[in-house]
């Protein structure tokens, strides 16, 4: 079993409608949890951070954690051509501060 | 503010030639990290460097080394290039309790 498991799609998503990612990891005692986008080329762009179970939003995007399932999501509304793009869920486990990345779920937006 | 740099950002080495990459952080950030991306096996630690004059080895940090040569800058050299270091390396930066990680450009390295 991977430490950080995310599908890795392509999610296809018509423009204006809500993207849903979902991530799970292994390590019960994960504290910090992170979203980040990257476009193809491109470097990882840090979007989302969040530590205590339940929702955080800015902006367009919320994410979700769920610590006693071990599951932590994003999701987009309202998406757009420009979120085209892959999404890595990245963990931080109980000690230490080393990122542990999924593989990452692409997004495709369409018009 | 130009947050974290990397040169170079391209490079072409055969087999065996040794090379330094670069990173630079102006964000007065206590942490760095070194990661490569390969396809199908996502972004993997290779060295991190908690504080200065600190470094630790990551995920995959053999064939590596890295210096931590202030507070500044951290650097990744590879002493003899193989064809599995073909890939793509970013430095990162963090401060703080929430670890908050923010990356450079990255280099994009290929070895023949």
């Known amino acids: 079993q991977k430490e950080v498991e995310q599908n890795s799609g392509p999610l296809s998503v018509p423009e204006g409608a809500i993207a849903s990612l979902n991530c799970t990891y292994s390590d019960r005692g994960s504290q910090s949890f992170f979203w980040y986008r990257q476009y193809s080329g491109k470097s990882p762009e840090l979007i989302m951070s969040i530590y205590s179970n339940g929702d955080k939003e800015d902006g367009r995007f919320t994410a979700q954690l769920n610590k006693a399932s071990q599951y932590v999501s994003l999701l987009i509304r309202d998406s757009q051509p420009s979120d085209s793009a892959t999404y890595l869920c990245?963990?931080?486990?109980?000690?230490?501060?080393?990122?542990?990345f999924g593989g990452g779920t692409r997004v495709l937006v369409k018009p | 503010n130009a947050g974290v740099t990397q040169t170079p950002k391209f490079q072409v080495l055969k087999t065996g030639q040794s090379m330094t990459l670069q990173c630079a952080q102006d964000?007065?950030?206590?942490?760095m990290y070194w990661y490569r991306q390969d396809p199908g096996m996502g972004l993997r630690l290779i060295y991190y460097s908690a504080s200065e004059g600190t470094t630790d080895k990551g995920e995959v940090p053999n064939g590596y080394n890295v210096s931590r040569l202030n507070k500044r800058e951290f650097s990744l050299r590879l002493e003899s290039a193989a064809p599995s270091q073909t890939s793509v390396y970013f430095c990162?930066?963090?401060?703080?309790?929430?670890?908050?990680?923010?990356f450079g450009p990255g280099t994009r390295l290929t070895v023949t």
């Open positions: 990245a963990v931080i486990k109980a000690a230490g501060n080393k990122l542990t």
């Open positions: 990162a930066s963090s401060e703080g309790r929430e670890n908050e990680q923010y």
């Open positions: 964000m007065n950030h206590n942490s």
